[in-house]
């Protein structure tokens, strides 16, 4: 399974959506975090840590196919 980080909140207030974003940027192999889960995300060439506020609650990953990329929204922090 794999996950991509597609919309991010920045502190400023500015949504920076996957158009901004490069296809292979924030596109991560493994489990997919669930909401209220702190994870490191690159934007706008800068890393910083980013809470997942939509796209994967906790016990939904049961059942899912392998290939699946879940798609995430999370905010600055």
Same mark, same amino acid.
């Given at each position: ?6 919309? #991010? ?29 702190? #994870? ?12 997942? #506020? ?6 939904h ?7 699946v ?7 600055? #922090?």
């Open positions: 399974m794999a996950y991509w980080v597609k919309r #991010i909140c920045l502190k400023s207030g500015e949504l920076v959506t996957e158009r901004e974003l490069r296809v292979d940027e924030n596109l991560f192999q493994g489990e997919a975090p669930v909401v209220g889960d702190t #994870i490191k995300v690159m934007c706008r060439g800068r890393s910083f840590d980013a809470r997942v #506020i939509w796209g994967n609650w906790p016990g990953n049961e059942g899912r196919p392998l290939d990329v879940v798609p995430l929204r999370v905010e600055e #922090i």
